[in-house]
């Protein structure tokens, strides 16, 4: 089961705005619309900041949005915040009835 | 809202097996509305799907660990439990629980297993 293809690392300066991405395959990203992504910060669980490419859950700010092009999801932060500084992670479902994480990417508001 | 509590040993002996307990309130095992998972994140590393089990009974592992990996469920006591047999230190980790519904998640704290003579 492969890991799921992130940057090691993205920064950015208060206010900007980044785009992390999330490279899978035709049988995970590519095929499935359950794309979910995490924000973890040290010491903590990770929380899920968006679900199926594009959704939010309840009391996450709409400063972060998801999308998917292809075998290729993102994760939009806009109007960064110093509180933005954490670890993201993607995570797809997959044809095996599981999920599958990429390697995780570190933003650093600079 | 639903809470997620992981317990058990946080030391297990090379070759020995790995077991876990995650405590649900708030929400039941047995709903139709989540399925329960585990996840590991060793340390300073990503995190790594486990497996999974719907309330249909179905349950899912993760191809690279299925041989050792086993999750149930007791309904009575509203837990679900990991099992990862003939552990090395590659399974030293942080080993969360969650339960998924269809627009939240929930997960525990985690849990530091190290394995180690």
């Known amino acids: 089961q492969s890991v799921l293809t992130q940057p090691a690392s993205v920064s950015g300066s208060p206010g900007q705005s980044i785009t992390i991405s999330c490279t899978g395959t035709?049988?995970?990203?590519?095929?499935?619309?359950?794309i979910s992504w995490y924000q973890q910060h040290p010491g903590k669980a990770p929380k899920l900041i968006i679900y199926?490419?594009?959704s939010r859950p309840s009391g996450v700010s709409n400063r972060f949005s998801g999308s998917k092009s292809g075998n290729t999801a993102s994760l939009t932060i806009s109007g960064l915040q110093a509180e933005d500084e954490a670890d993201y992670y993607c995570?797809?479902?997959?044809?095996?009835?599981?999920?599958?994480f990429g390697g995780g990417t570190k933003l650093t508001v600079l | 809202q639903v809470q997620l509590q992981e317990s058990g040993p946080g030391l297990v002996k090379p070759s020995e097996t790995l077991s876990l307990t995650c405590s649900v309130s708030?929400?039941?095992?047995?709903?139709?509305?989540?399925?329960w998972s585990w996840i590991r994140q060793p340390p300073g590393k990503g995190l790594e799907y486990i497996g999974n089990?719907?309330?249909?009974?179905?349950?899912n592992y993760n191809p690279s660990l299925k041989s050792r990996v086993t999750i149930s469920v007791d309904t009575s006591k509203n837990q679900f439990s990991l099992r990862l047999t003939s552990v090395t230190a590659a399974d030293t980790a942080v080993y969360y629980c969650?339960?998924?519904?269809?627009?939240?998640?929930?997960w525990g704290q985690g849990a530091l297993v190290t394995v180690s003579s």
């Open positions: 708030g929400g039941s095992v047995s709903s139709g509305n989540y399925f």
């Open positions: 969650a339960g998924t519904g269809d627009d939240a998640e929930y």
């Open positions: 089990f719907y309330y249909s009974g179905s349950t």
């Open positions: 035709r049988s995970d990203v590519g095929f499935y619309n359950y």
């Open positions: 199926d490419v594009g």
């Open positions: 995570s797809s479902f997959t044809g095996s009835t599981t999920w599958v």
